[in-house]
C-alpha cells in the first residue's frame, strides 16, 4: 500500500469485548483483559505504518452506567495497562495523549495518566490518543465554554471563532481530523466518539468482535480505506468536456 492511501489518523472504538466473554463463557472482566491483548499488535503495526495518529475508545462518559464491579475491573485494567506498556511505547517514540475528563478518574488513574502524557510528551512518533471518561457533546460544549471564557477576558472576538479556533479547544488540538473509524463487533453508531473530528471520516464496521480484531483485520481496513473515494463535497471525475 503507497503512503498517500494510508489515513493519517485512524479512529478506533473498540466494541465487543463483553460479547466475546459470552461466547467463551468468561467473566466479562476477561474479554476485556483480552481486548487489551488485541490492542498491543494494533498500535505496534500503527507505529510502524507511520500512521500519525490512532485515537482508541477506552471507556465513555456514559460507561459509569455499568456495574461496579464491571467500571472496578475496568478502572484496574487501565492502570495495569499504563504500568506495563508505558516502557516499550516511550521507546517506540509514542507520544500519548488522554482525551476526556481525567479529573473525573480515580486519583491513581489520574496519576498514571498525566505520567505517561508527561513522560512522552517530546516524542515525535504515533499520537496515540486514548479516550478515557470521554463524552464527544461533553467536549463539544468545554470547547465552548473555552471561547466563551476567552470572548468574555477580551482575549478572542467572536468573529475570531473559526474551525481552527475551535478545535484548538478539543482534546485533538493540534492533531488531524479522523480520516478513518473503525467500530468493530457490528455495532453502526459512533456512541458520541469524536463527534467534530469524525465529520468527513470514513466509516468501517467490521463484524469481529474487538478481542479478535488481528492484523490482517486492520489490513483489511485499511485496504477498504484505500478503495474509497473521498470527495469532500468536490467531484473526483467530469464529463463535462
Ligand atoms: C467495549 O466492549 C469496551 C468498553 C465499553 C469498555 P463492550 O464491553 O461494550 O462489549 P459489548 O458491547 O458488551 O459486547
Ligand atoms: C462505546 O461502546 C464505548 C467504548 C467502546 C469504550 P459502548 O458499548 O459503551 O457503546 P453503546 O452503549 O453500545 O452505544
Ligand atoms: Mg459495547
Redesign the pocket.
Known amino acids: 500500500m503507497n503512503d498517500k492511501a494510508l489515513p493519517r489518523h485512524v479512529a478506533i472504538?473498540?466494541?465487543g469485548n463483553g460479547r466475546w466473554a459470552k461466547q467463551h463463557m468468561l467473566k466479562v472482566a476477561l474479554g476485556h483483559r483480552a481486548g487489551v491483548e488485541a490492542l498491543r499488535a494494533i498500535i505496534r503495526e500503527s507505529s510502524d505504518l507511520n500512521i500519525d495518529t490512532l485515537s482508541l475508545?477506552?471507556?465513555?462518559t456514559?460507561?459509569w452506567r455499568r456495574s461496579e464491579t464491571e467500571v472496578a475491573a475496568l478502572m484496574q485494567l487501565l492502570l495495569e495497562y499504563f504500568m506495563s506498556e508505558i516502557d516499550e511505547l516511550d521507546e517506540n517514540n509514542v507520544r500519548i495523549r488522554i482525551l476526556g475528563e481525567k479529573d473525573g478518574l480515580p486519583a491513581p488513574q489520574r496519576r498514571a495518566l498525566e505520567a505517561a502524557e508527561e513522560r512522552t510528551k517530546g516524542n515525535t512518533g504515533l499520537n496515540l490518543c486514548i479516550?478515557i471518561n470521554y463524552g464527544g457533546r461533553q467536549e463539544i460544549i468545554r470547547a465552548a465554554r473555552m471561547l466563551a471564557q476567552k470572548a468574555l477576558s477580551g482575549e478572542l472576538s467572536p468573529e475570531q471563532i473559526d474551525e481552527k479556533a475551535f478545535s484548538d479547544c478539543l482534546y485533538t488540538a493540534g492533531l488531524p481530523d479522523v480520516d478513518l473509524l473503525i467500530r468493530t463487533s457490528g455495532?453502526m453508531?459512533l456512541?458520541g466518539?469524536l463527534l467534530y473530528q469524525c465529520a468527513y471520516a470514513e466509516f468501517l464496521f467490521p463484524e469481529t468482535l474487538w478481542p479478535d480484531f488481528t492484523l490482517e483485520d486492520y489490513h483489511r481496513a485499511l485496504e477498504a480505506y484505500a478503495a474509497r473515494d473521498r470527495r469532500f463535497g468536490g467531484r473526483t471525475w467530469s464529463n463535462e468536456s
Open positions: 472504538i473498540m466494541d475508545f477506552a471507556f465513555s456514559e460507561n479516550a455495532e453508531r456512541s466518539f
